[in-house]
């Protein structure tokens, strides 16, 4: 099943498990082999495509590059070797010295620093923006960046509404859509022009591989494909088959991380240990509309305030006994992290604050396991300190 015409038809559990596999053949293995070769046979100079694993057309990355086309909807899509790759590749293809990029403020700490340390060091320069997209364009604006729901908030920015924007301007749109995956987002369905996504997190979903995807036009990813072979960040084939395999179980991943966090947060809302929560499927969420309207679910990232600040906070990852703190997310284990020590680290009180990021906050990628042991563990934590 590897036709577009195919892929249109399918939901996303089948293409997740189906999609740019091997065709049933006679004696042909039915999962695709890893292929290592770092270089390929050719016959004459001239003689075809020329083939180089550095060029991302060794068939094992192009095998995953399928099955990422088919889950975003996309007609084509590529690899990379992590998801900072991935959005880097995707703006130097975008922009040149004297450009202009607008972008949420409210973003992961490494696509800040990207677009605030940089590409200004190569004369791109980037206006952040709190919603008010039109108002920063300006005659140099070339791409407009979001991320879908963000980090570590968790807001879900109106994204049919922001592509009208960049589709008015002939501004390309970037979504990282990583929090969502492509079974909660498709994010082209909505107008982005490019979707990129950390594939260390929901897609390879066991923290055992670091890779991003692209996904894009033919066209955008030809050109997106021309600026890697420069950079050269690709992904290695061995990763690239773990990746493939670990998003075969993605929309079943998917669906209990959506029931799991859904669960969880109405629980730490009742709790007395906790201030509030924060969940893009509760209705106290901010862009709760937005996301009933865009995602196929809350997804499985919430975060809580735990009363008394970052030090009872502190307190209560170090009692747990279940729950795993250790950045990063998306995964089938349960993993807890306080952004104000990991992802945002590099702003001060004052700003996190002036973003929402209350004192105590706790940011949680819910895991598949029981959800009944994550509440007792969490319950344990919190009646031990606060
Ligand atoms: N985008 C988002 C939303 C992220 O949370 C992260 C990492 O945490 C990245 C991109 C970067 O991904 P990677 O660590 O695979 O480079």
């Known amino acids: 099943m590897t036709g577009p015409r195919d892929a249109a038809s399918r939901g996303p559990s089948t293409l997740a498990v189906h999609a740019g596999g091997p065709e049933p053949e006679a004696g042909a293995p039915v999962v695709g082999p890893v292929v290592h ?58 922009v040149r010295a004297g450009d202009h990029i607008v972008a949420a403020r409210d973003l992961y700490g490494g696509t800040s620093t990207l677009l605030r340390t940089e590409l200004p060091r190569l004369g ?7 919603g008010q997209w039109a108002d920063a364009l300006e005659a140099e604006t070339r791409v407009m960046v979001v991320e879908v729901p963000s980090n570590p908030l968790m807001r879900v920015p109106d994204l049919p509404a922001i592509a009208a ?10 979504v990282d859509a990583t929090f969502a995956s492509p079974v909660n987002l ?6 982005a022009t490019v979707v990129v996504q950390s594939a260390t997190k929901y897609l390879g979903g066991h923290s055992d591989l670091t890779a ?24 290695d084939p061995g990763a690239a088959a773990r990746l493939e395999r670990g998003i075969k179980t993605l929309a079943v991943r998917i669906a209990r991380h959506n029931d799991n966090a859904a669960i969880l947060a109405d629980w730490l809302a009742d709790h007395p240990a906790v201030a509030s929560v924060v969940y893009p499927g509760r209705a106290d969420h901010p862009d709760h509309a937005v996301a009933a309207r865009l995602l196929r679910g809350g997804g499985g990232m919430l975060g809580f305030v ?26 089938v284990e349960t993993l807890v992290s306080m952004p104000r020590y990991t992802s945002h680290t590099a702003l001060s009180e004052e700003e996190r604050l002036e973003r929402g990021i209350a004192p105590g906050y706790v940011r949680v990628s819910v895991g598949v396991e029981d959800v009944a042991d994550l509440q ?4 344990a934590a919190l009646a031990a300190v606060c």
Do not use: K, W
């Not at 589709?167 to 749109?173: C, K, P, T």
């Open 306 to 331: 735990v009363r008394g600040g970052d030090e009872v906070a502190l307190a209560v990852l170090r009692r747990l006994r279940l729950l795993r703190v250790a950045p990063s997310l998306g995964s």
């Open 186 to 191: 498709r994010a082209a369905d909505h107008g």
């Open 124 to 130: 791109v320069r980037t206006t952040f923006v709190d």
């Open 212 to 235: 991003g995807t692209v996904a894009a036009s033919a066209e955008m990813i030809e050109r997106i494909g021309r600026t890697m072979r420069s950079f050269g960040p690709v992904l």
């Open 165 to 174: 924007t960049a589709r008015e301007a002939g501004v390309a749109l970037v």
């Open 37 to 94: 070769a770092a270089t390929f046979f050719y016959a004459e100079e001239g003689d075809g495509e020329l083939r180089y694993t550095r060029y991302s057309n060794n068939p094992t990355l192009q095998a995953v590059a399928r099955r990422i086309a088919a889950l975003e909807g996309t007609p084509a899509a590529l690899v990379t070797g992590s998801g900072m790759a991935a959005m880097a590749m995707a703006l130097l293809s975008l």
């Open 376 to 379: 007792a563990d969490l319950d």
